[in-house]
């Protein structure tokens, strides 16, 4: 798998907090103890020298944190902890924050050393609604040192997440086509997000690609790259030099107009000019950059560079935008077909012309696309249509996730988990068969009922527990998820799941 390029590195630290009524040193000792459990799961920490007591103290913490260049923290209450201290450490501190507690160890520590973290979460959970400070408290955040290491490995993924975000730029080529308004969104949100967003014509691109023309060296470099990358799939030799000579366009302007920024996606327009002025198809260059870390999203969505980005960053693994495309027919699926707790109607494919990564592909060669081939060139052999990734996408466990704006710019998710299944889907495209459990309940009330476009963001791990933590420290309380059929939706007919 090429190495991720386009993602944050979090550098943790662990923050022991101190009551002044309490002996400093219980903290002291329980966060050595977190600290070596940490370390045993292959998370790297640093212990942060000042225990924090006092107002002073969460000043002095941060300056060690400043000077060893943290950005995402662990406030760990090896005690009941200091309410305001441990407040103004979160609200200060410049990243994210989680926020946990030390359970007793044993029943001789109560005699004289009891901890009293129960009610030190609660005072500090409140203090931090005072002052309005988000902060990430896991479902149990009491425990013992291997309990809790468990969850800060958990926050590492949410950190590197909101540490991505914070940074990203968005670069949009062209306008959203009329026949795809589902990827058009205002994006007033991504800016109170805080991500940028630099929209461009297909001008720009065009020129771009035209001013690389003359680098023969290193086109004919990338050609070599995409040569070994392809091996038998490589249909189309004579036109990896076009190919090459586009990626090179897309990582020059990158690289010239991330500005402020650290991390950049884009979202493309990719069709119908796009193959009469370029001479290819976009989709397979799209699919090697996403396949290094940074995501190219089809037919200008920007909101699907956004989600893929996310699910990239969660997962630590290249990602894929694709279609929630097409039922699947009863007759491609065995009768003792593993389904992984789905049922056959909670199948569907997942569909792309050709931008899945290869190392996200079970199978794949460079093909053409059957149907811009139609529309463009209906007659004879493929030529401006060629260019896609085509094959079965990498069978395993997926997580589908879209950050969505409505047309009155409120931010809405959702996400579900589920399998790819080792299945021939038999058609054209970058395609997969995916089962998710209660998906067509899901379908229905969520992605429909709630106006999803038909794009989705999907990773190759279950990261839906980082996900969901994410999206509601961004805020965001409108999150949708696959219910069981004891639960049902809002507005769903009980008499019609009664028939189901």
Partial sequence: MPELLNSPEVRLALVGVSRDCFPSAL???????????????????????????????????LDALAESDCNAA?????????????????????????????????????ATERGDALCGMLNCSYNL?????????????????????????????????????????????????????????????????????????????????????????QIACVVEDMKRELGEGCSY???????????????????????????????????PAFQEMFGFCPCYVNSRLTGRGIPVACEVDIYGALSEYMVQLASDHPVTLLDI???????????????????????????????????????????????????????????????????????GPITMFRLQSTPD?????????????????CTFGGTGIAAVPEFARFYRHVLIGRNFPHHGAFGFKKVGKILFEVVKLLGIDNVGTPLPRTTLYPGENPFELSNW
């Fill in 409 to 425: 710019c409120e931010l809405r998710s959702y996400i579900a988990e589920g399998e790819m299944l080792d299945i021939d889907p």
């Fill in 74 to 110: 662990v406030i760990f209450l090896g005690n009941f902890g200091p309410e305001g201290p441990t407040s103004l450490f979160a609200q200060w501190f410049d990243g994210p924050v989680m926020i946990c507690a030390a359970a007793e160890e044993n029943k001789a520590m109560l």
């Fill in 27 to 61: 903290t002291a000792r329980r966060l050595d103890a977190l600290h070596t459990a940490l370390s045993a799961t292959g998370v790297d920490s640093l212990r942060c020298p000042v225990i924090v007591e006092s107002e002073t103290d969460a000043v002095a913490a």
């Fill in 129 to 217: 609604g005072l002052r309005q400070v988000p902060a990430y408290i896991p479902q149990m955040p009491v425990g013992l040192p291997d309990e809790l290491a468990a969850k800060i490995s958990d926050f590492t993924g949410i950190a590197r997440v909101l540490i991505g975000l914070s940074s990203l730029k968005i670069f949009g080529f062209g306008p959203r086509p009329q026949d795809f308004l589902a990827c058009n969104a205002p994006i007033k949100p991504l800016f109170d997000l805080g991500v940028e967003v630099m929209e461009n014509s297909e001008l720009d691109l065009y020129q771009r690609f035209l001013a690389v023309s003359g680098r023969k060296e």
């Fill in 325 to 395: 495309n097409n039922s699947v027919p009863a007759d491609l699926i065995s009768e003792d077909a593993d389904l992984h707790g789905a049922r056959p109607e909670d199948l569907f494919m997942g569909f792309h012309c050709g931008n899945t990564c290869s190392s996200c592909m079970k199978s794949c060669s460079l093909k053409y696309q059957l149907i811009m081939k139609r529309l463009l060139e209906d007659e004879g052999a493929p030529d401006i249509t060629r260019g896609t990734l085509e094959g079965q996408i990498m069978p």
């Fill in 237 to 271: 030799h004579d036109l990896l030099p076009k190919l090459a000579q586009f990626e090179l366009a897309l990582l020059d302007f990158m690289e010239e107009n991330l500005g402020a920024s650290s991390f950049g996606a884009f979202a493309n327009k990719c069709w």
